[in-house]
Nanobody, 123 residues
Framework: QVQLVESGGGLVQAGGSLRLSCAAS????????QGWYRQAPGKQRELVAT???????KYADSVKGRFTISRDNAENTVYLQMNSLKPEDTAVYYC?????????????????WGQGTQVTVSS
């Protein structure tokens, strides 16, 4: 069984910073693409950023230049450094990971979600 545990959310004033972490644990054979999504009240969940196993990153236009995604493969952890936060960044943030699981003779790639962590930016 695989679990994703998020941490680092909270309340911050506009212009401030937060760092989110998402640690994967369990029977993991490897990690593929890791990413962060967010969902604001009354809105659909949207992609924030992704990072590949090779370190290639992608960002939503709304966070480019302010957010940085990174990963620590040794610790099975993905991070989201959020700087210059704005009130419109307020949302529940979810990590999303493609994880390789299963026996050696039949490794599968499955998608997992974290439980979500609230980020609130006050004006």
């Amino acid at each position: 069984q695989v679990q994703l545990v998020e941490s680092g959310g909270g309340l911050v004033q506009a212009g401030g910073s937060l760092r989110l972490s998402c640690a994967a644990s369990g029977r993991i054979r490897g990690l593929d693409v890791q990413g962060w999504y967010r969902q604001a009240p009354g809105k659909q969940r949207e992609l924030v950023a992704t990072v590949s196993t090779g370190g290639t990153t992608k960002y939503a236009d709304s966070v480019k230049g302010r957010f940085t995604i990174s990963r620590d493969n040794a610790e099975n952890t993905v991070y989201l450094q959020m700087n210059s936060l704005k009130p419109e960044d307020t949302a529940v943030y979810y990590c999303n990971e493609e994880i390789l699981v299963g026996p050696v003779e039949r490794v599968l790639r499955r998608e997992y979600w974290g439980q979500g962590t609230q980020v609130t930016v006050s004006s």
